[in-house]
């Protein structure tokens, strides 16, 4: 089971370095939209961390051996689902307004930071 966890947690860490990835691109330009790569990591983040809880229960324990946070996997999971719908509603415009841009990747880095530095 533990090899099954390491593969979600590798598709995870590929979700997000996608969504940021695409959204740190675009970082000099005007126009800004939420292209193939953020919209896909952000689908990738919420199915593979719904995942990476599942089997952090089958397991019997969190990452560091310790029980699962439930408030941390629930303020990561509202976070991430927000950047979905963000990235959902918006991913068929011609661009999106720099609210909406930098609010998915300002949440995007606070998942990040929840995740590292969240004991």
């Not at 599942?54 to 310790?66: C, I, K, V, W």
């Not at 439930?70 to 991430?80: E, Q, R, S």
Request: net charge neutral; proline share 1%; aromatic share 6%.
């Amino acid at each position: 089971m533990e090899i099954v966890r390491d593969i979600v947690l590798f598709g995870h860490l590929l979700g997000m370095a996608s969504l940021l990835g695409g959204a740190l691109v675009q970082m000099r330009g005007k126009d800004r939209v939420v292209n193939a790569a953020m919209f896909h990591g952000a689908v990738t983040q919420v199915v593979s961390g719904v995942l990476l809880v599942g089997t952090a229960y089958a397991l019997d324990e969190g990452a560091d051996g310790a029980e699962v946070d439930n408030a941390k996997v629930g303020v990561k999971a509202v976070v991430a689902v927000v950047v979905l719908a963000l990235c959902w509603t918006h991913r068929k415009s011609a661009t999106v307004s720099e609210t909406v841009f930098f609010a998915i990747l300002g949440l995007t880095l606070a998942n990040v930071a929840v995740a590292v530095f969240w004991p």
